[in-house]
Structure formats: C-alpha cells, structure tokens
C-alpha cells in the first residue's frame, strides 16, 4: 500500500515538473511590456497598457485576464476580439493581458463556425420562451427578418456561453493554483524526506 501511495505521489510530481516546463514556454511565447513598447498598441493606448495588472502573473490577474479573454472569445466578434478585449482589462476589467489575448484565440477561423452554430441554437432555443407578439409581428413584416432572427439568436446564446465560460474559467485558474500549491509543498516535502543525511563525523 505504501509502495502505491509512493507511485501515485511520483507521478504526481513528474507531472508537476513537466507542467512547469510547460508554463515556463508558454509564458516565454507570450507578448512582454518591450514587445509592447515597439508596437502599435503602445501608439493607441499610451502609457496606459504598460499598467502593472496588465503584465502581472498574480494569481488573480491571470484568472481575470483568462476570464475576461474567454468570455470575449465566445462573442460573434471575431476579427476584433483582441483589440475588445485590451479595452476591456485596460479600462474596466483590469487583469494578466498576454493571457486575456492567448484566451481570444479559443475561437479562430477553424473553431468558430461549430462554435457559433451552437450558440446560435442555444440563443435560438432561450429566446423561444420569451418570445412577444409584437416583436413576432415586427419581425414578419420587416425585410430585416432572417437577420434579426440569426443575430439576436446568436448574441444572446454567445452572451450565455461566455458568462459560463468566463465563470469556469475564473475558478478554474483559482482551482488549479490551490493545487498546484499543494503538489508543490509535497514535492519539497518528499525531496526533504528523501534527502540523503550527512554522516556523522
């Protein structure tokens, strides 16, 4: 049993050590201050984006920033979903950007027809229970119909999947942290254990 109990915390921490690695790289590929500083984005916003919260790994941040990112990301603003999402942390919503923005990229050209399909069919299906007579008269005599149909249902199904998106997110940043904290205490804990004594002299 006890042999087990070791296994299982092994394996723990050769995940842990590969997932650092992991972080280590992706933190690397993502946009710093001095990309920023050269860019554009520094033209547009100023002094203004190089705010702290914005570059900071915190854990708050970085869960904001996912979570902002994602709920953005499910929106039918693909196209523009970075620039969104900048004015969003850098005005209201401070939180880690280079994550906000990586988050952005869950939709793209190749998963954002299935993805919005279904948030129109989400919006489509919500919006049947609230449906009024009026707005049901307007729409039939409108020319404007089928775009009113498409884009309403579509907006209101993006909003729903992004709040839900951005909620998981959000706590799973904070879910994964806490864990990461305590795998991290058992490894230095286990290296301590495990650490050979010195002789006595």
């Not at 049993?1 to 790289?25: A, I, Q, S």
């Not at 190089?50 to 790994?57: M, T």
């Not at 007579?133 to 999947?161: F, H, K, Q």
């Not at 305590?182 to 290296?191: A, C, D, E, Q, S």
Request: aromatic letters at 12%; a positive charge; charged letters at 20%.
């Amino acid at each position: 049993m006890e042999n087990d109990k070791k296994g299982v915390g092994h394996l723990w921490y050769d995940l842990h050590t590969k997932y650092e690695r992991l972080k280590r790289r992706v933190r690397r590929k993502l946009p710093n201050k001095e990309h920023v500083e050269k860019s554009s984005a520094h033209r547009l916003f100023g002094a203004t984006i190089l705010k702290h919260e914005l570059w900071s790994f915190s854990e708050e941040d970085v869960a904001r920033g996912l979570a902002l990112g994602l709920f953005v990301a499910f929106t039918p603003t693909i196209g523009f979903q970075m620039l969104l999402a900048s004015v969003l942390l850098i005005f209201f919503y401070p939180g880690n950007l280079p994550v906000a923005l990586a988050s952005c990229w869950v939709t793209n050209p190749v998963t954002a027809p299935p993805i919005y399909y279904m948030e129109y069919k989400i919006g489509q299906w919500l919006m049947s229970f609230w449906e009024h007579p009026a707005s049901i008269a307007m729409r039939e005599t409108s020319s404007l119909a089928g775009v009113y149909d498409v884009a309403g249902a579509m907006w209101v199904g993006s909003l729903v999947v992004g709040f839900i998106a951005a909620f998981t997110g959000f706590w799973l940043t904070h879910g994964l942290v806490a864990l990461e904290r305590k795998v991290k205490l058992g490894k230095l804990k286990h290296i301590r254990k495990n650490r050979p004594k010195d002789p006595p002299e």
